[in-house]
C-alpha cells in the first residue's frame, strides 16, 4: 500500500526547483500527476469507442497513438510554461 502523500512530498522535494519554475506547488502536484495518467491511459481505456469513430472517419487508431506520444508530451511542456497547472 503506497501512501500517496508521502509519495507526492518525495516528488515535489526531489523536483521542487523545477516544479516551483512552472508554478507547481505541492498541492497541485497530484492534480498535475492524474492529468498527465488521463492523457496517456484514456485512449488505450477507451479504444473500442476510439476505433470504431476512427473507423468511420478513415483514421487509424495505431498511427494516432504513435502520433499522440509527441503531442501529449508537447501539450504538458507547453502548460507548464504557460503556468496553467
Do not use: C, W
Not at 498535475?32 to 492523457?39: D, E, G, N, T, W
Not at 502520433?67 to 507547453?78: M, P, T
Amino acid at each position: 500500500n503506497i501512501e500517496l502523500d508521502k509519495l507526492y512530498n518525495l516528488l515535489y522535494d526531489q523536483h521542487k526547483e523545477e516544479l516551483n519554475r512552472f508554478g507547481v506547488t505541492k498541492e497541485s502536484l497530484p492534480q498535475l500527476m492524474i492529468s498527465i495518467a488521463a492523457l496517456s491511459i484514456f485512449p488505450f481505456a477507451a479504444r473500442g469507442v476510439i476505433e470504431v469513430l476512427f473507423e468511420n472517419l478513415g483514421l487509424d487508431f495505431n498511427r494516432f497513438i504513435e502520433e499522440r506520444k509527441s503531442f501529449v508530451a508537447d501539450f504538458v511542456l507547453n502548460a507548464l510554461k504557460n503556468n496553467r497547472v
